[in-house]
């Protein structure tokens, strides 16, 4: 079973910044990709930003230039270094990583347990 385990998520003021890291725990699996998505109050979850093992990266128009994705393979980990923090990234934040198990080759993706972000004055 694979834990992932968030942090870095907290209270910043407009044009601050924040950096989220996620860790996966566990052996036996390939990590095929990890992403970040956020979900504001009354909104549906949305993809901020992705980043294959073999670092292809994609983001969210509204984060581009702001925010930037980061993997440590070696320790199953990824990052988003948010900055230039708007009001309107307040949205509890979570890790998403899609696996392989080596030994059955199965494929599954886990979730982490979410951060709030909150951009406020």
């Known amino acids: 079973q694979v834990q992932l385990v968030e942090s870095g998520g907290g209270l910043v003021q407009p044009g601050g910044s924040l950096r989220l890291s996620c860790a996966a725990s566990?052996?036996?699996?390939?990590?095929?990709?990890m992403a970040w998505y956020r979900q504001a109050p009354g909104k549906q979850r949305e993809l901020v930003a992705r980043?294959?093992?073999?670092?292809?990266?994609n983001y969210a128009d509204s984060v581009k230039g702001r925010f930037t994705i980061s993997g440590d393979n070696a320790k199953n980990t990824v990052y988003l270094q948010m900055n230039s923090l708007k009001p309107e990234d307040t949205a509890v934040y979570s890790c998403?990583?899609?696996?392989?198990?080596?030994?059955?080759?199965?494929?599954?993706?886990?979730w982490g347990q979410g951060t709030q972000v909150t951009v406020s004055s």
């Open positions: 998403n990583v899609d696996l392989i198990y080596y030994a059955s080759g199965t494929r599954k993706d886990y």
């Open positions: 566990g052996s036996s699996f390939r990590i095929i990709d």
């Open positions: 980043i294959t093992r073999g670092g292809t990266i």
